[in-house]
């Protein structure tokens, strides 16, 4: 990592804290994003400046305003002409009750899997071919769901659970489709599950305890930074895995890529 710029969104808390931490010390330029304001994770920039020499930045964006995507990437690329790891840590638990994002988008949705695409297209162009990286921080809970795409928003079968868990398995299938764009001599590409991770997004839906943030980070990292099996693969608490029946399928992929596509076109 010595040398390499990384991008890291949602790097304020839980795992991406903790990521953000471990990036510190071995980066050249870690850009780190949240959604606080400068003063309110000063005390993180100042923790992260003093874990390593990397050249540190912090951008401010709301995922729930895809308009503030864009200006990310565009600050991203005024402090950098090239991206080394693009990490898309960002996300939120499913809300109790379905909420809708300033764009009109299912919420949920939006900030896990619609602003990861969008941010991931906006930097391709200072992506290195072919070392560099972009790690989707998925979830395990994509096995457990079908994403309806004639009702990719859930207006009619909403659950917190069932919200996060279809969004996290968009995630895991673009990283399939943006393999297969990129490839052979593009940017690779790898989604990941980092476990069951005791974090504030864990406990708002699940009555579960799991490892500490500092162990979804190693995985995290380890994805940005070590060799991967194949470039749209899937990662599951640190090792490869077969990801749900649905990703597997090609045509559900491209009809996904044909939504997300129209959902974005007003920011592409």
Known sequence: MNGSTVVLTGATSGIGEAAARLFAATAGRLIIHGPESQNRVAPLLTALSSAGRAELHYVRADFDDLDQVVSLAARIRELTDTVDVLVNNAGRPGAERRT????GYEATLQTNYLAAVLLTRHLATVLPSPDGRVVHVASATHRSVTLDLEDIS???DYSPVRA???SKLAMVAHAITQAEEWRPEGPQIVSISPGVINTRLLHA???VHGAAPEHGAKNLVDAATRSIPISGGYIDDGHPAEPSAQVRDPAFR???HTVTSRLLADWM
């Open 100 to 103: 809708v994002s300033r764009n």
């Open 154 to 156: 859930l207006e009619r």
């Open 164 to 166: 996060y868990a279809t």
């Open 205 to 207: 839906m699940f009555a």
């Open 254 to 256: 491209r009809r996904l």
